[in-house]
């Protein structure tokens, strides 16, 4: 059933593109495979969320505006617990804004390394992973109804990852707000093909 949700087109310029739902393209080579995991698709969500942070952004304007005023200590205590509840808001739905409208993770895998590449535009950093060292690749499962997935397919949150592995016992999670069955396939990919590159290294070994 898996492979219901597996589509591809053809791109003259990288070879046969593959698709994942419609949030996944990965390209599968011989000796290698590279995946881009894209944000989830707004829509008209899109100028919900502008709006309320631009409302947002005149609330904490207004509020900060009132602390200059002639109020008496108790009264500026109350609007300055305010403004740092205001601004950690601001910061939370400001950086989902930007990784929804503009945010990707790269992730590429060859017979040596896994790298993952979270970036903002053409902005952002590459890790690496030995393969030899990556363990317990797993899924973080979430439950359908539960408060955790509710809150996690918001719109205000970037949402957590959905794939997993150990490094030198350091955790790395990566596949932000993937859903359960594209997660589940870009799991199964990685996993067979980690496997393949690794006995193929033991025999050449």
Same mark, same amino acid.
């Given at each position: 059933m898996i492979g219901l949700f597996v589509f591809g087109k053809l791109d003259l310029s990288l070879g046969y593109m593959k698709w994942i739902g419609d949030r996944v393209s990965f390209l599968d080579k011989k000796e290698s495979i590279s995946f881009v995991i894209y944000p989830p698709k707004l829509g008209r969500k899109k100028g919900l969320l502008i709006s309320w942070f631009l409302l947002w952004l005149?609330?904490?304007?207004? %509020?900060?505006? #009132?602390?200059?005023?002639?109020?008496?200590? #108790?009264?500026?205590?109350?609007?300055?617990?305010?403004?740092?509840?205001?601004?950690?808001?601001?910061?939370?739905?400001?950086?989902?804004?930007?990784?929804?409208?503009?945010?990707?993770?790269?992730?590429?895998?060859d017979k040596n390394v896994l790298r993952i590449k979270r970036s903002i535009g053409s902005y952002g950093k590459s890790k690496q992973y030995l393969i030899e060292?990556? /363990?317990?690749? /797993?899924?973080?499962?979430?439950?359908?109804?539960?408060?955790?997935? %509710?809150?996690?397919?918001?719109?205000? %949150?970037?949402?957590?990852?959905?794939?997993?592995?150990?490094?030198? #016992?350091?955790?790395?999670?990566?596949g932000r707000k993937l859903e359960e069955k594209d997660a589940k396939m870009v799991f199964q990919i990685l996993t067979k093909r980690i496997e393949k590159f690794l006995n193929t290294k033991k025999k050449e070994g």
């Open positions: 005149l609330i904490g304007g207004y %509020v900060a505006a #009132q602390m200059f005023k002639d109020y008496g200590n #108790q009264e500026k205590l109350i609007l300055f617990i305010f403004m740092i509840f205001w601004l950690y808001f601001a910061i939370r739905v400001f950086r989902t804004m930007i990784y929804l409208f503009f945010g990707r993770e790269y992730i590429k895998l060292n990556i /363990s317990r690749f /797993s899924l973080i499962e979430m439950k359908e109804n539960s408060i955790q997935k %509710v809150y996690d397919d918001s719109l205000w %949150v970037r949402g957590s990852n959905r794939l997993q592995f150990e490094f030198f #016992q350091k955790r790395i999670s990566f």
